[in-house]
């Protein structure tokens, strides 16, 4: 199972053991940069943080509570780390444009394409706890009880949040033209 692999492979880290981390990298650097990129919109930023929550999970590794799963424990890193990001933008500029993908193809390719960047842009102007809930239920696929645990607050105020976060996101959408 995903646990008992994780806890071997962070009491090993805690030895010293480099392929251990490695293999702790491998297996969640591309979830922990998904949440990052979808926090932050921009894929430079969400690379520096999924460097940066890394790092600090490798630093604090005695701080781990093998309680709970290691999974939530450095998604909340990452959460934290785009928070912390989008406090320094703030104060060092205003939100840019994001870039979407230069990929061409049929009309439908680019209205999709067009939908995500609105979905993004969307999901940029949300406050960060509803951001976070959005992302880490839609985008990283965690359930109520993965989320409560990343974001340390009970599943009800999960499940409140996400219903709010949504219709913000609805209304935001049909403001912009579009429909569900």
């Known amino acids: ?11 090993d880290c805690r030895k010293g053991d480099r392929q251990a981390l490695a293999s702790l990298v491998r297996r ?9 990129y979808r926090m932050l919109g921009t894929a430079d930023e969400a690379a520096d943080v999924t460097q940066t929550t890394f790092l600090k999970a490798f ?3 005695d701080r781990y509570n093998p309680q709970y799963k290691f999974f939530s424990w450095i ?16 104060r060092t500029e205003e939100l840019g444009d994001n870039q979407g993908a230069t990929e061409a193809g049929p009309d439908a390719a680019v209205a999709a394409e067009m939908l ?3 979905i993004q842009e969307v999901l940029l102007d949300l406050s960060e706890d509803h951001r976070a809930v959005i992302v880490l239920r839609h ?24 219903f709010s976060a949504r219709q ?4 935001q959408l049909e403001r912009r033209g579009f429909t569900p």
């Not at 989320?147 to 499940?159: A, F, R």
């Open 116 to 118: 995500s960047e609105e």
């Open 59 to 61: 630093e604090n590794l």
């Open 168 to 171: 913000v996101m609805r209304e």
């Open 75 to 90: 998604y909340r890193i990452a959460v934290n780390e785009s928070i912390n990001q989008l406090h320094r933008r703030k």
């Open 139 to 162: 985008f990283t696929e965690c359930s109520y009880r993965e989320i409560g645990e990343v974001l340390q607050i009970p599943e009800k105020t999960v499940k409140s949040r996400l």
């Open 1 to 11: 199972m995903g646990n008992d692999r994780d806890a071997a492979l962070i009491e």
């Open 28 to 36: 969640y650097e591309r979830p922990v940069f998904n949440a990052a």
